[in-house]
């Protein structure tokens, strides 16, 4: 599947989705959920940690004075998009985007257990209403991490018996919201949510337990499962995914042990997952941001350039997890997630243009791909890190909450309006 002319002018199919995504507790503002509440009792320490854990960032200096300030990890009003949605619709329409992905808030819609609040699906009704009558295709995340108080109580997802109450949410928003949706993604990378919360223990419920993660694990592919079902019953005409998180794994050199861990690490991080939802995948979203090359058993990646957070940058190999997924789930891919953090917007413009470059080979070479969402619109609330990194094509001042996007963000919007078709 690897593109015979790679020098061939980029060319994308009619009607790819060219967008940017975000998440409900990124960037509304406003939530109470149990990422809030553990944002309210971790702020001190995570402040005093990056005194010592942080300081090797490329950028440390840069970044210090809100590193080391408690308040940067409280999402508090955040963006506060809630209420700027529009404004931040129009930053969509000046790039000539065709897409937007982002979450609904299951804490806003059931704050109580069973309590529906009929205002938060007003809001949500309007702010589809407005990505449509801009010509904006909404791509709608249910769980994005963030869990209603109640429901993390009962134990979250490390219970089984607690997959019903994410069905029942679910199939409240098919039916409040579905008539105006045709693609909906169940879960944003229940990899990361599982491994930082049940396995490093470093994200809440601040678990540390293999069994627990793998639990955790397993449920999340039920819940994926159980709600496309659900959805597919109800008969809409939606078309279900979910984002998963891959990496391009990739041996240094010929060594067997530099290609068994290169393929184990496609098989434990990627396909474990991937075919237990296989069947219930109308198209598979890609989040991508990292490579590993391997070496042996060992992890070690070429001298590339370093985001805000120390990842290394390699947007090219892009095109080879496409393929690699292609190949193997023959499904459309969409490309739900793919950025940087990048404050000062040094390489924001190269990762986007080698992105859509690497899009296009895997598309010239046979892989159907639908989509690709930059991650982010906004700068926003990068959970345990808080606000300092800068992930947004527009930048956001805290303080005003006012928006400019970036110049890269410019050249973005130019770029589209000439591949668009
Ligand atoms: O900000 C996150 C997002 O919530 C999930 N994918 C990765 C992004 C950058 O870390």
């Not at 808030?105 to 449509?132: M, N, T």
């Not at 995948?281 to 042996?296: E, I, M, Q, T, V």
């Not at 969409?334 to 190269?350: L, N, P």
């Not at 808080?386 to 919007?413: C, D, H, Q």
């Amino acid at each position: 599947m690897t593109s015979k002319n790679p020098d061939k002018p980029l060319a994308f199919p009619p009607g790819f989705l060219f967008g940017a995504a975000t998440s409900a507790h990124q960037v509304e503002g406003g939530n109470h959920n149990q990422w809030t509440v553990w944002e309210l009792e971790n702020a001190k320490s995570l402040a005093k940690q990056a005194e010592y854990k942080l300081t090797w960032l490329p950028d440390w200096q840069g970044v210090k004075d809100q590193a080391t300030d408690p308040s940067n990890y409280v999402s508090g009003q955040a963006c506060d998009h809630f209420n700027r949605y529009r404004e931040d619709f129009d930053l969509l329409r000046r790039m000539n985007m065709n897409a937007f992905r982002f979450s609904v808030e299951w804490s806003r819609i059931e704050p109580r257990e069973g309590v529906w609040d009929a205002a938060a699906f007003v809001h949500y009704k309007k702010y589809v209403g407005q990505l449509r009558s801009l010509n904006i295709e909404p791509v709608v995340t249910l769980m994005h991490w963030t869990l209603p108080v109640w429901f993390a109580e009962k134990g979250g997802f490390a219970r089984r018996g607690n997959v019903k109450y994410f069905v029942r949410f679910a199939k409240k928003v098919f039916m409040e919201l579905g008539g105006d949706i045709k693609y909906f993604c169940t879960l944003n990378e229940p990899e990361v949510y599982t491994s930082k919360g049940y396995y490093w223990g470093e994200w809440p419920p601040n678990r540390q337990s293999r069994l627990q993660a793998m639990w955790v694990y397993l449920n999340l592919a039920s819940a994926h499962n159980r709600t496309v079902r659900a959805g597919r019953r109800l008969g809409g005409a939606w078309l279900f995914g979910l984002s998963k998180d891959c990496a391009h794994n990739y041996p240094g050199d010929d060594a067997w042990l530099s290609r068994l861990s290169a393929a184990l690490a496609n098989w434990a991080l990627d396909y474990f997952f991937l075919n237990m939802v296989r069947r219930k995948l109308d198209w598979l979203g890609l989040n991508y941001y990292f490579s590993n090359r391997f070496f042996g058993y060992r992890i070690h990646n070429p001298e590339h350039p370093q985001n805000d957070l120390g990842w290394t940058m390699e947007p090219r190999n892009l095109q080879f997890v496409i393929e690699r997924l292609s190949r193997k789930y023959r499904r459309p891919i969409m490309v739900t997630e793919s950025g940087v953090a990048d404050r000062g917007d040094r390489y924001r413009k190269w990762w986007i243009s080698a992105s859509l470059a690497a899009i296009a080979r895997a598309i010239a070479g046979g892989a159907r791909v639908d989509g690709y969402l930059h991650w982010s619109l906004l700068d926003n609330f990068e959970w345990a890190f808080g606000k300092w990194p800068r992930f947004g094509l527009a930048e956001v001042n805290y303080r005003t909450l006012s928006r400019r996007l970036r110049p890269s963000a410019l050249w973005y919007g130019q770029t589209i309006k000439k591949l668009r078709r």
